[in-house]
C-alpha cells in the first residue's frame, strides 16, 4: 500500500452548486456540511477542511473528506453487531442529486435522520493528550484515581469513559458522571458508556491487527425513532482520524510522544509556532498539509485493508 496518491480535485464542495444539484444545505460544521434527503434522511458530505484547537485552519488537507468517510462507512459496517448506526449508503446511485457525481464521491454518506444526544463519548485507553494533564495535576483521569509514576502514553489497565458536554459553539466541556447521568438520565447514559466501551475495545483489537494502536477516540450517540434506549443509535463519524489518535504500534514507546496518524502532526507543528490557539491560525506550510494527508492516507489504507484510490474512484 501506498501514500502517494493523486488529490481529488473537488476537495471541499461549494454549497451553491449542491443546490444547483437538488439539494437543499441545512448546516455547516468545522468538517462537514449537512443536506436534507427528504424521508428522514440527511446527506452528510465531509469537506476537506481542518481544524485543531476549535479553530478551523484556513489551508484544506486534499483528500481528508474521503478518508474521514470511508473509514467511518468501513466501521459503521464492522460494528453493527454492538450497536445500529445511522448510515444508509455510500453509494452515489442512493444520493437524491443529480449532476453531482463528481463532488460528492468518495466522501459523502446517506444517513438516517436522529435527535443527538448532547454528550461526547469519549474513551481512552492510554495516558496522553488532556488526560495525561489532568493526571500530572490531579493523580486522576476523569475522577479515576491512578497511582503516582505513571508516564506519558502509558496504557491503562481498563480504558476510561470520559463525556464531555457537546457545545454547539466553541469547546466542549468536561462533565462528571454524576451530572453527565442527571443531563441524559441513568438509562442512556449507563447504556452509551458501555457502548462506548465496547466500540473502543473492539476498534484497538482490530487497529492492533494492522499495527497501529487506538489510543483514544470518541463516540456520538442519537435517537432514530423514539426516545427510549431501544432507539438509541450511533451517529456522526466513527473511530476516525479526526476523532481519534491513533499511533504507530512498532515505534510505540512509553515516555515519549508517539508517531502518529491523526491530528497529533498538526497539533505539534501548530505548538511550535508559537501560536496562541486562537484565531487567526497561522498559515500551514506545504509539508505540513502533505504530511497530514500522507497521514490520514496511511491511517485508512492499514485499518481498512483497502487502497484509497479505489475508495475515491
Not at 149 to 178: M, N, V, Y
Request: with cysteine; net charge negative.
Amino acid at each position: 500500500m501506498t501514500s502517494s496518491i493523486a488529490s481529488n480535485a473537488n476537495s471541499s464542495p461549494d454549497p451553491q452548486k449542491l443546490k444547483d444539484c437538488g439539494l437543499k444545505h441545512l448546516y455547516q460544521g468545522k468538517v462537514r456540511d449537512i443536506y436534507n434527503a427528504g424521508d428522514d434522511q440527511l446527506l452528510m458530505v465531509a469537506s476537506d477542511r481542518i481544524s485543531a484547537y476549535d479553530v478551523i485552519m484556513n489551508e484544506t488537507i486534499p483528500d481528508k473528506g474521503s478518508v474521514l468517510n470511508g473509514v467511518s462507512a468501513f466501521w459503521f459496517e464492522n460494528t453493527k453487531d454492538i450497536i445500529d448506526n445511522h448510515c444508509i449508503s455510500t453509494e452515489l446511485e442512493d444520493f437524491p442529486a443529480r449532476g453531482a457525481d463528481d463532488l460528492l464521491r468518495g466522501r459523502t454518506m446517506l444517513v438516517r435522520k436522529s435527535e443527538p444526544i448532547r454528550l461526547e463519548c469519549i474513551v481512552r485507553g492510554y495516558l496522553f493528550g488532556h488526560g495525561y494533564s489532568q493526571y500530572l495535576e490531579t493523580g486522576s483521569v476523569h475522577g479515576v484515581k491512578y497511582p503516582q509514576g505513571l508516564q506519558l502514553a502509558e496504557q491503562l489497565d481498563t480504558p476510561i469513559f470520559s463525556p464531555t458536554s457537546k457545545a454547539e459553539q466553541g469547546h466542549d466541556e468536561a462533565i462528571s458522571p454524576e451530572d453527565a447521568r442527571e443531563f441524559v438520565g441513568k438509562d442512556v447514559y449507563d447504556f452509551i458508556a458501555a457502548k462506548s466501551i465496547e466500540l473502543y475495545e473492539f476498534g484497538a483489537r482490530r487497529a492492533l491487527d494492522t499495527g497501529i494502536i487506538l489510543c483514544d477516540t470518541k463516540f456520538e450517540f442519537g435517537f432514530a425513532g423514539g426516545n427510549s434506549v431501544e432507539d438509541i443509535i450511533l451517529i456522526d463519524e466513527v473511530m476516525t482520524p479526526d476523532s481519534s489518535r491513533y499511533w504507530q504500534a512498532n515505534t510505540y514507546e512509553v515516555g515519549v510522544s508517539p508517531a502518529s496518524f491523526d491530528k497529533q502532526y498538526l497539533r505539534d507543528w501548530l505548538d511550535s509556532s508559537d501560536w496562541d490557539h486562537k484565531p487567526p491560525p497561522p498559515k500551514l506550510p506545504d509539508e505540513v498539509i502533505q504530511g497530514t494527508r500522507s497521514r490520514y492516507i496511511e491511517a485508512y489504507e492499514r485499518i481498512t485493508g483497502l487502497r484509497f484510490s479505489d475508495w475515491v474512484r
